[in-house]
């Protein structure tokens, strides 16, 4: 089961520090041993002073304060960097790396080791689980977006579809033959496991719309489009997402857009079990304007 770090809340090692309250903190902590030693010492003066930012006390507690705060906050970098949700850098390499057993890969994200390095802790449980495969499929490159792990039937087959970031998803094949070597290893392939590894793209779709602009749109939004539809899309079309014509639709038709109309795909594409779609070809024709 994924796990996402963004819903994890914060632990209460790692604080939340205002410079003023540790001033106003301080401030209180000397009015309130002044006048300790003014009660022993009734001769001495009140001390009025603490609002005038040139007061002597006053530098010397926002100076005390400042060392607090730069204290207070390496202390929470500490912390930070030994748990995995807020650990970056070379502090979540080492982590990972020496805490997880799990070694940073080429090209890979922060993002990425950290979900490795769950899908690690979620399938070492015992050889087979679906974790246990996406990791050391993820493993293998940074290229890969998404495992997704299969069993067709009720005996030992399993189905590994692989969807990368590159090719628009389509994994290339020398991608899934060291997939393929590594899970079929003996090292982690389960006893009973039959493992075959394939692609999750099944099907590339080719767009085509007419677009008209509005009037006043600058022509750099009808230039946009295409890249701008090819970025959702490598955001969104994931394993198991559905390429549906108003999803194209909408994407053509950001502000500036007067009409898009849709000429291909014809048909809506939804994805089967472990499919993702790719999109092909984009032809976009600029009509003219209108309103």
């Known amino acids: 089961m994924a796990i996402d770090l963004n819903s994890i809340p914060k632990p209460q090692v790692i604080e939340e520090i205002t410079y003023a309250a540790i001033v106003a903190r301080k401030k209180a902590t000397f009015q309130a041993l002044w006048n300790a030693v003014r009660t022993a010492n009734p001769d001495m003066p009140l001390y009025d002073v603490l609002m005038l930012e040139t007061d002597a006390a006053m530098i010397v507690i926002e100076a005390d304060a400042t060392d607090e705060m730069l204290l207070r906050a390496r202390i929470n970098d500490g912390a930070k960097a030994n748990i995995l949700p807020w650990s970056t850098g070379n502090d979540l390499a080492v982590l990972a790396q020496f805490g997880h057993g799990v070694a940073p890969i080429d090209g890979e994200t922060e993002d990425q080791l950290k979900e490795r390095v769950i899908l690690k802790e979620q399938g070492s449980s015992s050889a087979g689980p679906k974790e246990w495969y996406q990791f050391h499929a993820r493993s293998v490159s940074a290229d890969v977006r998404e495992v997704e792990v299969l069993r067709p039937g009720t005996g030992p087959e399993l189905q590994l579809a692989i969807l990368s970031f590159s090719n628009g998803g389509v994994a290339p094949d020398a991608l899934l033959d060291a997939i393929r070597a590594k899970v079929t290893a003996d090292n982690v392939r389960g006893d009973n496991d039959i493992v075959t590894v394939v692609r999750a793209v099944r099907a590339v779709i080719d767009i085509e719309a007419d677009i008209w602009l509005r009037p006043s749109a600058d022509y750099a939004v009808f230039e946009a489009l295409e890249p701008n539809l090819r970025a959702a899309w490598d955001k969104e079309g994931k394993i198991g997402a559905d390429l549906l014509k108003g999803w194209i639709g909408a994407r053509l038709a950001p502000a500036g857009v007067y009409k ?20 092909g070809n984009v032809k976009l024709n600029f009509m003219g304007r209108d309103e």
């Open 260 to 279: 898009a109309a849709l000429r291909a795909p014809l048909a809506e594409h939804v994805a089967a079990l472990g499919q993702a779609f790719a999109i």
